[in-house]
C-alpha cells in the first residue's frame, strides 16, 4: 500500500435514523407497535455468497483492509497483526477458519473489529452487506445442515424478509480453538 493517508473507516454501515424509526413505528398484523427490543441489529456481511451477521453490539468498529504483519507459528487462518490506534489486533479470515477456499483480497473486502472483554480481533470478510433488524421470534436453532466447520460457532439462523441470516456467536470465535488459539 502507498504511504499516502488512506481513510480506513468504512462510512457505509451508519445507521439512518429514518430507517431506525420506520422499524420502531412499523406494525405488525395485529396492529401492534413493534419495539426496538423486539429486535436484534446484526451486521451482515457475505462468505462465499452466504450471509452472516454478527451482533452489533459486539462490533467495535469496520475498516478497510490494511498491511498487516505476519507472526510465525500461527494458525493458518491468523493472517497477521495490525496496529489499529495503539492497539494489537490479529486478524483472522473467516474464510480460512470456516475451511471454504481462500479469495484474494479486492475492493468489498472488509475487517469487523469485534470486541469481547477489552480482547479484539480483526474478522476478514469478502463484502459487508448493511446493518440488519432480525425479529428475536423469527431466531430458529442451528439447523441440521450447516456445515460441521462451522456448527459451533452459530448460535442460530435469523429470518429476514427475503433472506436468512448464519449468526455468529462472537465467544464461541474467541474460545480456544475458536480463535486464535
Do not use: C, W
Not at 441489529?41 to 452489533?56: A, T
Not at 470456516?98 to 477489552?118: L, Q
Request: charged fraction near 35%; avoid cysteine.
Amino acid at each position: 500500500m502507498d504511504k499516502k493517508e488512506v481513510d480506513l473507516f468504512d462510512k457505509s454501515l451508519s445507521l439512518e435514523s429514518e430507517h431506525e424509526e420506520e422499524i420502531v413505528n412499523s406494525r405488525d398484523k395485529s396492529n401492534a407497535l413493534i419495539l426496538k427490543d423486539d429486535y436484534f441489529q446484526v451486521v451482515g456481511f457475505i462468505l462465499q455468497d452466504e450471509l452472516f451477521g454478527l451482533d452489533i453490539l459486539d462490533v467495535e468498529e469496520i475498516i478497510k483492509p490494511v498491511d498487516f504483519t505476519h507472526v510465525p507459528n500461527t494458525k493458518k487462518f491468523v493472517l497477521g497483526v495490525v496496529n489499529l490506534r495503539g492497539k494489537i489486533i490479529p486478524i483472522v479470515d473467516l474464510r480460512l477458519r470456516f475451511e471454504f477456499d481462500k479469495k484474494e483480497i479486492d475492493s468489498e473486502t472488509r475487517i469487523i473489529i469485534v470486541s469481547m472483554n477489552e480482547y479484539n480481533v480483526g474478522f476478514m470478510v469478502d463484502k459487508i452487506e448493511k446493518v440488519y433488524y432480525v425479529d428475536k421470534k423469527g431466531v430458529e436453532p442451528t439447523p441440521p445442515n450447516i456445515p460441521p466447520t462451522i456448527e459451533k460457532y452459530v448460535k442460530g439462523v435469523g429470518k429476514l424478509d427475503d433472506n436468512i441470516v448464519t449468526l455468529l456467536n462472537v465467544t464461541e470465535l474467541l474460545k480456544e480453538n475458536g480463535g486464535l488459539n
